[in-house]
């Protein structure tokens, strides 16, 4: 399954898992051709909120026209946690989550 979300500058869902899911791959794309931002990532369980005890990025530069892949691990999420994130610069940052059902 593919999720696309346009990243806010305030912590914005990007991805709820319903019943398990992996994410395999998630790609932050600043589409500005001018305009540097910074991200924060957030993996929350069901039963969580997002915040610093479950932020997996911090401050992650990312370039006017850059992508970011984060693909090194894959994420196993339980039915109803989600993945957050924010911006420094809202609207300018798209964010692909590829994942799959298990």
């Known amino acids: ?4 979300t346009q990243i806010a500058d305030i912590p914005t869902t990007i ?6 899911n992996a994410v395999t791959t998630i790609f932050f794309c600043n589409t500005s051709e001018t305009v540097d931002t910074d991200i924060d990532v957030y993996v ?3 039963s969580g ?3 610093v005890g479950t932020q997996v990025m911090s401050n992650l530069s990312l370039p006017h026209g850059e992508t970011f892949v984060f693909d090194v691990e894959k994420l196993i999420l339980e039915d109803g946690a989600k993945v957050w994130a924010k911006s420094t610069i809202g609207g300018i940052v798209t964010s692909t989550v590829s994942s799959v059902r298990i």
């Open 1 to 4: 399954m593919i999720t696309n």
């Open 15 to 20: 991805f709820s898992s319903v019943n398990e």
């Open 44 to 46: 929350v369980p069901a």
């Open 49 to 51: 909120a997002y915040g």
